[in-house]
């Protein structure tokens, strides 16, 4: 044998196996660590998708009802800061008034959400709240904003000043996304 000597033993050493075990350690420790922020981006970016929606359902019911329900004034929808929850409402007329619309044109309605008018109630994922900022002045959790659409022009109008901001956020892992809505009911995620 060249240059082995008889005592030689083939394997590897107890430092070797040890540096082995730390690496594959690491490895796997990084590989759950990014898994698991991963799987929370996810999360965020499956509800700001939905929360996109269903503004865009309530922009597409008003221009959809509008002289087919008489009821049905507009569309919009409900938010709470702080909370998981927000409701798709449909804004009915008065029953006071034969119609929507006064002798003028005019729509008679509040914009706003009343107990009565839930169209859809949704939820946001267990552990993700909502933020909501309108002229970069943050709501106070527990209070609500409206967002509604009003044909037949479809404008938007909302219980604060547009443009509005609504955070989606996981307190827990510290992430965030943001929509934003502006005074021409143009959503966009940022």
Known sequence: MWGMSSNSKAGFTLIEMMVVIGIITILTTMTLVYSRSGSEQLKLFKDEAVVEGVLNQARSLAAERFNKDPNACAFGVHFTAGSQSFILFQDLKPSDKPS?????????NNFKYDSGESFQSLSLENGLVFGISSNSTAVPA?????????????SVTSTLPLPLVFTISDPAAGASTTIAINGAGQISAQ
């Open 142 to 154: 527990g209070n609500s904003v409206d967002v509604v659409f009003v044909p037949p022009e479809l």
């Open 100 to 108: 929507c619309k006064d002798f003028n044109g005019n729509v008679y």
